[in-house]
């Protein structure tokens, strides 16, 4: 298995614009989290799903940022308008109900200018 | 306060030592788990606890729940362990969300 995938690894865009972030989680994994990684906060969960449900979204920081994930094989986090303190890297992680190890994708480095 | 602490903040060895990381908490859990991040910023995932020890390889962890404390132990370190150690809690039941404890940056010299 590839592991989990994150698209794209790096992005930098200017202050106001969209930024989408994707995930593509372990095939067969029931779970997904989006993370956030800064050197101010350290890590942060943002919202996990369970089979495509969001279930618990209370670390998404504002209404800027929203995630869907429209099948079992692929998540998107999107941020708009971006602003220069969603400046971090962005993990992805996958786990199977039955498992007890989350499994995390490279993340995406994303800078705000 | 965070609900998550960790200690110590670096911890530098010569390759052989006993290492030890600390992580203590302040709310109710329902499991802990430990995470390495690479210096490449890779993340891997140690270590899950509700209870007791586990061992895999050269590392240990353990839990105690009353005290609101776990360990990670490395034995026979090697260079290959330098990294950051991540501590996280799942508080409550019924719940995924982790929360992190800040990290502890373990370099290994030769």
Not at chain 1, 3 to 17: C, D, K, L, Y
Not at chain 1, 64 to 76: E, G, H, I, L, Q
Not at chain 2, 60 to 69: D, L, M
């Amino acid at each position: 298995d590839a592991g989990v995938i994150q698209s794209p690894r790096h992005e930098v865009t200017e202050m106001g614009q969209e930024v989408t972030l994707r995930c593509k989680p372990i095939s067969g994994h029931n779970s997904l989290f989006w993370y956030r990684q800064t050197m101010m906060r350290g890590l942060e969960l943002l919202i996990y799903f369970n089979n495509n449900v969001p279930i618990d979204d209370s670390g998404m920081p504002e209404d800027r940022f929203s995630a869907k994930m429209p099948n079992a094989s692929f998540s998107t986090l999107k941020i708009q308008p971006s602003e220069p303190r969603d400046s971090a890297v962005y993990f992805c992680a996958s786990r199977e109900d039955s498992g007890e190890t989350q499994y995390f994708g490279p993340g995406t480095r994303l800078l705000v200018l | 306060k965070n609900e998550v602490e960790q200690s110590p903040q670096n911890l530098t060895a010569q390759e052989g030592e006993f290492i030890t990381i600390n992580c203590s908490y302040s709310v109710g859990i329902s499991a802990l788990h430990w995470l390495q991040q690479h210096p490449g910023g890779g993340i891997v995932s140690l270590f899950m606890l509700s209870s007791g020890k586990k061992k895999h390889g050269r590392l240990i962890a353990t839990i105690n729940i009353q005290e609101k404390h776990s360990s990670l132990h490395i034995t026979a370190s090697h260079p290959r362990d330098s990294a950051v150690y991540i501590c996280a809690v799942i508080a409550g039941f019924g719940n995924e969300k982790l929360t992190f404890g800040t990290g502890t940056r373990l370099t290994i010299i030769p």
